[in-house]
């Protein structure tokens, strides 16, 4: 089972970018799925997560600007990030409960900078 995140980039402040996930392999259950998101000097924090009921949780600092979606035919979570800020800046790592185990894909950065 493999985890492959893609979608960071540079933007600037207020702009938009979109991450997109994909799990792959030989999958019977993904009870959640959701997004991490690591800055310089800090630890990695919970950013969104979607459970397979459509349970939704984000952190507070992104309510209002990101929004978490997932794709269940396709094992895909997304993660539309609106109205970026400078402190949004970090690595953003895309996990999966499945098949009762954890998976991390591979980071992918996003900066937003002016």
């Known amino acids: 089972v493999q985890l492959q995140a893609s979608g960071g980039g540079l933007v600037q402040p207020g702009g938009s970018l979109r991450l997109s996930c994909a799990a792959s392999?030989?999958?019977?259950?993904?009870?959640?799925m959701g997004w991490y998101r690591q800055a310089p000097g800090h630890q990695r924090a919970l950013v969104a997560h979607?459970?397979?009921?459509?349970?939704?949780n984000y952190a507070d600092s992104v309510k209002g600007r990101f929004t978490i979606s997932r794709d269940y035919a396709q094992n895909a979570v997304f993660l539309q990030m609106n109205n970026l800020k400078p402190e949004d800046t970090a690595v953003y790592y895309c996990?999966?409960?499945?098949?009762?185990?954890?998976?991390w894909g591979q980071g992918t950065q996003v900066t937003v900078s002016s």
């Open positions: 392999g030989p999958i019977f259950s993904i009870p959640v």
């Open positions: 979607i459970t397979d009921d459509g349970d939704i």
């Open positions: 996990y999966a409960i499945i098949n009762g185990q954890s998976y």
